[in-house]
């Protein structure tokens, strides 16, 4: 083994493989020094901080432009918070107040005043709240940088192969980056949901982000960075560089081209059975377009996500222009749109809903929405108005009883209602579906199937809930694992109500799109896979390589095992059949 070999687990926050070199940021800005200024420099004082603020909000206000271009209108909205938090005047009113009562320099109190602000905001178990952190730091050292002139940094140049490690990255920094063309970010922080992870799954630019030490990497070091398998290696071996120089040969080209080359390889199983496969969405950009000129159907839209990059709450007008145009682009195709899957640590406005302590387990998707019907309402006619076309279906998440489906349905029938009556068209057909995500879900599915048109299980959630273990915390990853034989239970009990009950049934969450898994969801008719579209290319070429019928033997077999390590085991010894066949 090399000296310095380090493997990090972590999440895999934008996914694909990159294989370069490390470029370590460090963390933190070196402390604004406190200077001492005569009362007759005051008023100078406070008209550099207005310039600076000036210059902040011009060059935001740029990025935003530039980040529309390239990846799309909904996605530069990601700006606008920070615009909000750069012109802010009650906040620069305060640090004005302060230069003058005790003649400090402007960079230094503007400093301080952010980390008051942000110290509590980094803390808070709230993943809105501590993304306002970032944006507001981020803010705050363009200001302090622009007060700074002189002695700005110049700009960094990489070589080629360049992958950041860095304690933080803000969206702009992840912009600015990709433009440099960095390949890709190791970091100490940022969810799924957060700013930059949104930018960088936009810009396709791999993100792990895992709680490493400053130790385990310096420049220069070689470094595998994996955000679909949730890994990076730090100083890896020969082994693992060709190992991984194989796997990145298999899986060929780049994303776009690899989705553009999905129609020659129909994901049709060796004896003929088709197994559709769709992608999972966030955003637009330009996945999205590829994927709409190749007609890829769309499994799952997370449509939280318009709200999670935006400032404000959507009107009904600005949903039904996102998912109209969605709609048109893939009228060729279908579209599953899921309504807000929101929790009380998700929702910016304040006072919508109390903060919890546990809001992976509270009011979170449906729960929330039978809470606020008007949201859901404005939601549901949005999406509604935008059906005519006839190929949108809607997908209520963290359905965990049936009455909530009935009483979301209600709202639905109350909704074409009101539509109806004001004479504005709609598809009175659309489909409605649910996400089996709680364990209570699967368990009583066949209940649910009666009331639903089809359903699609999120083993993302349905394997946290089933496991209690936080899918997001890294220190029960090992836990973590849809392969637990006791997940696989709840997705085969689901599959066998929803045939029962003549619906198709999907799964949407990672595990989709797993190739390992691929013959156990086949064996267990599961009608279709949606997944990461990065998954796509290399599930279809697998599917040919499987007998439909052959397979149904193996789900007993692995159903029966004790551990997820016996169900693993099982599955590769399987596919290493296939491979060799
Ligand atoms: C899931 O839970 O599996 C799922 C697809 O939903 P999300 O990942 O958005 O929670
Ligand atoms: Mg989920």
């Not at 005790?102 to 980094?122: F, P």
């Not at 996400?435 to 999120?458: C, H, I, N, T």
């Not at 969450?509 to 390992?516: F, I, S």
């Amino acid at each position: 083994m090399l000296k310095g070999r380090r493997v990090i687990r972590g999440i895999g926050v934008s996914s694909g493989i990159v294989m370069g070199t490390a470029r370590v940021i460090f963390p933190g800005e070196k402390k604004v020094p406190e200077v001492a200024i005569p009362p007759s420099r005051v008023q100078a004082e406070i008209a550099s901080l207005e310039r600076a603020v000036a210059r902040t909000v011009e060059e935001l206000t740029r990025l935003r432009e530039s980040a529309g271009k390239r990846i799309g209108g909904p996605v530069a909205k990601i700006f606008d918070a920070q615009l909000l938090i750069a012109s802010d005047y009650e906040f620069l009113q305060q640090v004005k107040e302060q230069i003058v009562s005790r003649r400090r320099n402007a960079g230094y109190i503007y400093s301080k005043l952010v980390g008051d602000t942000t110290l509590q905001l980094r803390r808070s178990p709230d993943e809105y709240m501590r993304q306002m952190a970032v944006d507001i730091e981020a803010v705050a050292k363009r200001v302090v940088s622009h007060l700074n002139r002189h002695r700005r940094r110049p700009q960094v140049k990489f070589t080629a192969n360049t992958i950041l490690v860095g304690k933080l990255f803000t969206a702009a920094e992840v912009m600015n980056y990709r433009n440099l063309k960095a390949l890709g970010l190791l970091t100490n922080e940022g969810g799924r949901n957060s700013h930059m992870a949104m930018i960088a799954r936009s810009l396709m630019m791999p993100v792990v982000v895992a709680d490493f030490t400053w130790s385990d990497v310096s420049n220069g070091s070689r470094i595998i960075l994996d955000g679909t398998n949730d890994v990076a290696i730090i100083n890896p071996n020969q082994t693992d560089w060709t190992d991984y120089q194989k796997l990145r040969k298999r899986q060929g080209p780049a994303l776009i081209t690899r989705i553009k080359k999905l129609p020659q390889i129909p994901p049709v199983t060796k004896d003929g059975k088709e197994v559709p496969v769709a992608a999972n969405l966030e955003l637009p950009g330009p996945v999205e377009d590829v994927l709409c000129e190749r007609r890829i159907p769309i499994g799952l839209y997370r449509t939280e996500f318009m709200y999670l990059q935006a400032n404000h709450f959507p009107t009904e007008e600005e949903q039904f222009d996102y998912y109209s145009r969605i709609a048109e682009k893939f009228a060729k195709t279908e579209v599953i749109l899921r309504t807000f899957d929101l929790g009380s640590d998700k929702f910016k406005e304040d006072g919508l809903l109390e903060r919890e302590d546990n809001p992976a387990l509270g009011l979170r998707g449906i729960r929330s929405m039978l809470e606020m019907p008007d949201i859901f309402k404005q939601q549901v006619r949005a999406i509604l108005r935008a059906s005519t076309g006839g190929n949108i279906k809607l997908m209520l998440p963290m359905i965990s009883d049936s009455t909530e489906v009935d009483r979301a349905k209600k709202l639905i029938a109350l909704v074409k209602y009101e539509l109806r009556k004001e004479r504005i068209p709609f598809d009175p057909d659309m489909k409605v579906g649910i996400m089996v995500e709680v364990p209570s879900a699967a368990l009583m599915a066949d209940q649910l199937a009666k009331r639903v048109d089809f359903m699609s299980l999120g083993t993302n959630d349905l394997t946290q809930y089933t496991i209690s273990a936080d899918r997001n915390n890294q220190r029960v990853a090992s836990l973590y694992t849809p392969y637990h034989p006791s997940v696989l239970q709840l997705v085969k009990m689901t599959v066998d109500a929803c045939h029962r009950a003549g619906i198709p049934v999907s799964i949407c969450g990672e595990v989709a799109g797993d190739p390992l898994a691929l013959p156990l969801f086949i064996g267990m008719g599961v009608d279709s896979l949606s997944m990461n579209p990065a998954k796509i290319f290399d599930l279809c070429r697998q599917v040919k390589k499987i007998d439909s019928n052959l397979v149904k033997h193996l789900v007993g077999s692995v159903m029966a095992s004790g551990s997820p390590q016996a169900v693993i085991r099982k599955l590769q010894s399987y596919r290493s059949a296939l491979d060799k066949n």
